[in-house]
């Protein structure tokens, strides 16, 4: 039996993580100010697990002193906890900043004390306007946009805490791993904050108009949660993965327009689909991109990891968790 700190267990992939290491015998400690994290989540795991989930309740970047204490208890951290979702970071840069820079900060601080194993979430945001010609690889250039467009804002602390990551692996020899998220979807995970396919679900649902941001001929891949989950924990353990970037979802793509039609059909929806210019969506000058693809090769070959559960299947979890929720 291990004992886990998971930052953002109340979170959607938190609390999915949470839970998977709880079914295999393991003590959790979660802290999650629920800024974006759901109560609900963590009510959950305190009735499954009342023995072995303990919760707190706070800010990242307020909980060097709780994070400090729990590590002396603690085998691994996973960090996830972050500012997250388009609409979020958009219309909350400064909480982006502060909470994605100041609080991997202190993770990685305290870990380097204790030389514990970390696993530290990132993000494709990280890629920017990059891989319109292909799949992403965790060694290509980046290609960010500027900084007067607030949505690069999320992108760049990402990559900074990715830098500081390898900077206290490389000076402090801190057994650390980063993960580069593309588009977890599954059960637990909301729309509020900007996330395509629990807005496009819940609008099917209600048979409401689905709104497609731009063109609609954007493209994107989404993994499901329980398939990234299993990537998280297939790492931990692995002395290769120690001081690497690692990308994490589905390299099958899909246009927006082709997702709602989907959603549309397989839920027998009546909801007409309407295109919602940028500008409109979001804020004046919004920037996005035309195809965001992960490349797994390097995954794959070192624990054999590829996602399992088509995005059909997936999406039927999420219409029925939406519809019992």
């Known amino acids: ?64 002193e ?5 590590l002396e208890k603690c085998d691994v951290i996973y960090h996830l906890a972050a500012a997250v979702g388009v609409k979020n970071v958009v219309d909350n840069p400064i909480r982006t ?25 990132s993000t494709s945001e990280v890629y920017g306007k990059a891989g319109e010609n292909g799949a992403l690889k965790e060694t290509d250039d980046l290609l960010l946009g500027s900084s007067y467009h607030t949505r690069w804002g999320y992108a760049v602390s990402k990559l900074a805490d990715e830098h500081l990551a390898l900077a206290y692996h490389k000076e402090k020899s801190l057994p650390v791993t980063v993960i580069r998220f593309f588009n977890t979807i599954g059960p637990r995970q909301i729309g509020t904050y900007g996330m395509v396919v629990p807005r496009f679900v819940g609008w099917a649902l209600r048979n409401e108009p689905i709104q497609v941001y731009g063109d609609g001929k954007q493209t994107r891949c989404f993994c499901f949660v329980g398939d990234t989950i299993n990537a998280l924990t297939g790492l931990e353990d692995r002395k290769e993965a120690v001081g690497e970037i690692f990308n ?12 709602a039609n989907m959603i549309k059909e397989k839920l027998k929806s009546s909801s007409e689909i309407v ?4 500008d409109k969506a979001y804020s004046k000058g919004f920037e996005d991109m035309k195809r965001r693809v992960p490349d797994i090769s390097k995954i794959k070959e070192l624990i054999g990891w590829e996602p399992k559960t088509s995005l059909d299947e997936t999406i ?3 219409s029925s968790w939406m519809s019992s929720d």
């Open 66 to 70: 709780l994070i400090a204490d729990i």
């Open 275 to 278: 295109h919602v210019p940028y």
């Open 97 to 121: 900043l502060k909470t994605n820079l100041r609080g991997t900060e202190i993770v990685l601080d305290e870990a380097a004390k204790k030389d514990k194993r970390t696993i530290i979430a």
């Open 316 to 318: 039927n979890l999420i």
């Open 1 to 64: 039996m291990k004992t886990y700190l998971v930052t953002g267990g109340a979170g959607f992939i938190g609390s999915h993580l949470c839970e998977a290491l709880l079914e295999k015998g393991n003590k959790v400690y979660s802290i999650d100010d629920l800024s974006t994290g759901r109560i609900e989540n963590v009510n959950i795991l305190k009735e499954k697990y009342p023995d072995s989930f303990i919760h707190h309740t706070s800010s990242i970047e307020d909980a060097g």
């Open 248 to 259: 994490i979802g589905n390299p099958k793509e899909i246009s927006m327009d082709s997702l």
